[in-house]
């Protein structure tokens, strides 16, 4: 396995409190692979992600609990100097909002071309045309005249596409995706999402797919885990999910999805909120949403249950669930 | 914005279907950027910050009319003599008090000393007490607030606590306390000073700028890209904070000008025989009903090259604050 997160926790410190940020969250994924984290804001999914970058403001943010094995090393047991060494070279980062993620002050070209001066001390001559070279990869047209512009200078697209470059620089073995796409134009996150799955094959690179749009999860990715208030509640390869969900919460999710052959109904929305992350319900944390909650959903908590090989579902009812 | 997906070249027609499997041509067909021209000076050069900045301040009478008058005063202050030919220190006690006549325009001091060589040349004090001493300021501000802003923690309640002490000490006060028991009859002294009590200005400045600048993404960005602490800060931050801190040093360049002469003027700050406005403002200030001219050039040169420092400073905010614009 290229990452192994085993039984993470991260807790937020604030001034009203600890706000449980991830309860226990165990995923991998393999070089190659493409393993797509969904859930809503505030369940996690960025936090478990910026945890495995080691990128987590700290304080506030605290691990308590778990490791995270990359490559057979766990993470967070090396030095802050040899983590940084790790980050960008071996497993790479990109973020939802290009323009935001880009330095407004630099040129891409600059940018781009940190990358190898940081990781691999090469001169800015060289870096710059390494930074040509990329731009190429990820066919931005007429890149040598535009590694002299700045982030601004591009449309949405064309940013998401330098950071696609950044990130693959140096041909890390682990890409995480945070939401890559929610920032732009349908018609483009398309072409960014093709673009990112084509150079993963070519890079043979496990990816990490963070989004909570289940439309680009089922193109691109191997197999999904589905996350709750901190907590995974289903993990399955895609096409078993999309089939038969085994947890009320993932059931939930596709029914919300608006379908063509639904027209004129009304569309379904899980009901309530979110819980809140300092004072997460007893029991099953989305029992106070879940239509087939119970007696026993509101005292203890589930655990992963096995419903085949390769198939959890952290629900006491996931037999009722998938039969309907 | 239907142009922009006409030029992307992309068929979108299925909405929102549930999987993303929609007929989008490959991603051969790029999206390029929108209206091209848009975003790139006139020469198709690209545009930085400060390329902007520049551009707005060429067109700010405000900034041609300072600039021009800085401009003047740099240049006779390197160079006194190509506008006043006598010597500021050669004085005729028998001309003491006298007006304005041929050749000394603006008449004689208490000393008998030329008012106007003395007036040309008290501004290579005063500009280079200004320049030196907003230098220092920007540069201890600038670093120690810039790491107090970026490690937060420990090191900034202390750093903080600390600038809020010197923020307690009167400057007049506390210039006539310390300046009091130095005896060196250089600009030194007074500059040093200034640096001590001024540093914490520009230190809160820089700390609040770097606060802002490091909670950008990009910054996070570049830290999961492998960046060092020092490169983020110098490479990342730095330039998107420093804005602010240049504006708030133009303006205390003007500040210091004025400091220094209400020193000089209080018997604190330079000595004579040092050529210095505040001084001369000093000298001239009992015979104000007599011989107001004694008193009326240095004091007016002051006045417009405090205000000209100050007026840079605003035009320079205006051109580097977005916000503003």
């Known amino acids: 396995m290229l990452l192994e ?25 393999d070089a190659g692979e493409t393993l797509a984290v969904l859930g809503e804001s505030g369940s996690g999914k960025s936090v478990t992600a910026q945890a495995v970058m080691g990128i987590l403001d700290i304080p506030p943010g605290r691990i308590t609990g778990g490791e995270i094995l990359f490559q057979g090393r766990d993470l967070l047991k090396l030095k802050e100097d040899e983590r940084r060494k790790v980050r960008g070279a071996e497993m790479a980062m990109i973020f939802q909002d290009a323009l935001s993620s880009l330095n407004p002050v630099l040129s891409v070209g600059d940018q781009l071309g940190e990358m190898f001066v940081v990781h691999r001390g090469m001169s800015k001559k060289d870096a710059r045309a390494k930074a040509v070279d990329l731009m190429e990869r990820v066919r931005i047209p007429a890149a040598r005249e535009r590694v002299k512009d700045y982030p601004h200078q591009f449309s949405g697209g064309m940013r998401q596409r330098i950071m696609i470059a950044m990130a693959l620089a140096l041909e890390p073995a682990l890409i995480i995706a945070d939401e890559p796409t929610t920032a732009l134009d349908v018609t483009v996150q398309a072409q960014v999402m093709d673009l990112l799955a084509e150079l993963q094959r070519e890079y043979n690179m496990g990816l990490i797919l963070i989004t909570h749009d289940l439309g680009v999860v089922a193109d691109v990715a191997d197999k999904i885990a ?64 879940c239509p087939l909650a119970q007696d026993v959903c509101r005292t203890d908590e589930p655990p992963l249950h096995e419903v085949d090989e390769n198939r959890r579902s952290a629900c006491h009812f996931w037999r009722e669930c998938m039969n309907g | 914005m239907p142009e922009q997906h006409e030029s992307e070249g992309v068929v979108s027609s299925a909405g929102m279907g549930g999987a993303m499997d929609l007929a989008v041509s490959e991603a051969e067909t790029l999206e390029r950027t929108p209206g091209g021209p848009e975003g790139t000076g006139p020469a198709g050069k690209p545009r930085s910050l400060w390329s902007d900045a520049w551009r707005d301040l060429r067109r700010n009478p405000v900034f041609i009319i300072s600039g021009l008058v800085i401009l003047f005063l740099v240049v006779i202050s390197l160079w006194p003599s190509l506008i006043a030919s006598g010597n500021p220190l050669k004085c005729d006690l028998a001309k003491a008090q006298e007006g304005s006549q041929p050749g000394h325009p603006f008449g004689y001091d208490g000393q008998g000393c030329d008012v106007y060589t ?97 909670q950008n993404d990009y910054v996070q960005a570049a830290r999961a890209l492998g960046a060092s602490d020092s490169r983020i800060l110098l490479r990342h931050i730095a330039p998107n904070a420093v804005a602010p801190v240049i504006v708030v040093a133009t303006i205390a360049l003007g500040t210091y000008i004025a400091l220094e002469a209400t020193l000089s003027y209080l018997g604190v700050g330079l000595k004579p025989p040092t050529v210095s406005w505040g001084i001369d403002i000093s000298a001239a200030s009992p015979y104000i009903r007599n011989a107001p001219h004694m008193l009326l050039w240095p004091a007016g040169a002051l006045a417009v090259t405090v205000l000209a420092f100050i007026m840079l400073g605003d035009a320079v905010r205006d051109a580097l604050d977005p916000k503003l614009r």
């Not at chain 1, 997160?5 to 994924?29: C, H, I, M, P």
């Not at chain 2, 005063?126 to 607030?145: E, H, M, N, Q």
């Not at chain 2, 802003?149 to 000490?169: E, K, P, Q």
């Open chain 1, 5 to 29: 997160v085993r039984d993470l926790q991260v807790e937020f410190r604030t001034r009203d409190g600890v706000a449980k940020a991830v309860n226990g969250v165990s995923y991998g994924v």
């Open chain 2, 118 to 214: 003395r007036t040309v040349y008290g501004t290579r004090i005063s500009i280079s007490v200004g320049v030196l001493a907003t230098a220092g300021i920007a540069l201890l501000g600038s670093v120690l607030g810039g790491l107090a802003g970026y490690f937060s923690g420990g090191y900034d309640s202390l750093m903080s606590r600390i600038t809020d002490i010197f923020f307690a000490i009167p400057v007049v006060l506390g210039g006539l306390v310390l300046l009091s028991v130095v005896t060196s009859n250089t600009i030194w002294p007074v500059i040093g000073f200034m640096v001590l009590l001024g540093w914490t200005q520009v230190y809160r400045i820089a700390r609040g700028a770097v606060i802002i600048a490091k």
């Open chain 1, 226 to 289: 589905v996350m709750y208030a901190g907590r995974i509640v289903e993990s399955a390869p895609v096409h078993d999910i999309y089939k038969v969900p085994a947890h009320p919460y993932t059931k939930g999710l596709l029914e919300s999805i608006p379908r063509l052959d639904q027209k004129g109904q009304e569309l379904y929305a899980i009901k309530g909120l979110p819980p809140n992350l300092m004072n997460i319900p007893p029991g099953c944390a989305f029992n106070p949403r």
